[in-house]
């Protein structure tokens, strides 16, 4: 009996420090294009693989109490997967935009969710543009926008600064749910190794990648892989660098499904 619970223990723990890697879509190609159509394929082909969906419908939610209709249609065909969080897009200029006009932006963005025709609540707000914490008197403007964003039931919180923390990093992890500390091309990802692009692997479960300029031939599968083995939480490469194109969405979610528990830590290096 003892080497059995001893057995169930050992699964328990295991269990939790397994997490699965998602896919981190900036979804700004405008959808009335059927451009999303792939995408919808991809979420409905992996049922367990979770996406985090990026809005941005004019720089923001625009001034609008609703969205456009071909914005209303398409965000309420995202919420009836179980597997999507759509999320709104705001902006912050490293913590220097006015914060009442980005709380603006979540304000909107919440209201959407008292919209009588259809499903089109969000699930939490991106903010971009977000500062890496050189400077120590930026956190507290990105902790009270995380609060005004859960406050919203806009739940789940990403920032992206980009490029690794610097600072105050457990603090900073501490207020979003997912942090994008790489947002490169595909070149520079394959050229440095994993260690430098993070603040810290205790916070691997909660970061995010986001690679751009992906050429048609490189290896999608390795790059997973990798993020996988690390435990990253989130993960896409995008062919251009303005995210309107939406082709590799098959690639790097058919690669993601291939494995998608990963025990944190323990990783292997990229291999070209």
Do not use: C
Request: avoid cysteine; charge should be negative.
């Amino acid at each position: 009996m003892f080497q059995l619970l001893s057995v169930i223990a050992t699964l328990f723990t295991l269990a939790s420090t397994a997490i699965s890697t998602g896919l981190l879509v900036p979804l700004y190609a405008w959808p009335g294009t059927d451009k999303w159509n792939t995408l919808y394929d991809s979420i409905a082909a992996h049922p367990s693989i979770p996406f985090y969906l990026i809005i941005n419908p004019s720089t923001g939610p625009g001034d609008t109490e609703y969205p456009e209709d071909v914005f209303i249609t398409a965000i309420a065909k995202l919420n009836s997967y179980p597997n999507t969080k759509i999320l709104g897009y705001t902006y912050t200029n490293q913590g220097t935009r006015d914060s009442s006009e980005v709380e603006k932006d979540i304000a909107i963005y919440a209201k959407w969710a008292s919209y009588a025709g259809q499903n089109i609540t969000l699930s939490g707000t991106f903010f971009d543009e977000a500062a890496n914490g050189e400077d120590p008197s930026k956190l507290a403007y990105f902790e009270n926008l995380s609060r005004k964003s859960k406050s919203g039931n806009l739940t789940t919180v990403i920032f992206n600064p980009g490029v690794k923390l610097v600072a105050d990093v457990a603090k900073w992890f501490a207020a979003a749910d997912f942090i994008v500390e790489y947002e490169n091309t595909y070149a520079s990802w394959v050229a440095s190794a994993p260690d430098d692009r993070f603040s810290t692997p205790d916070n691997y479960g909660k970061d995010a990648v986001i690679l751009n300029q992906t050429p048609e031939d490189a290896n999608i599968d390795n790059v997973v892989r990798l993020a996988k083995d690390m435990g990253l939480g989130a993960i896409y490469l995008a062919s251009d660098d303005n995210y309107m194109n939406l082709t590799t969405v098959t690639k790097v979610a058919g690669a993601v499904a291939q494995n998608q528990i990963v025990r944190r830590r323990g990783y292997r290096r990229f291999q070209s």
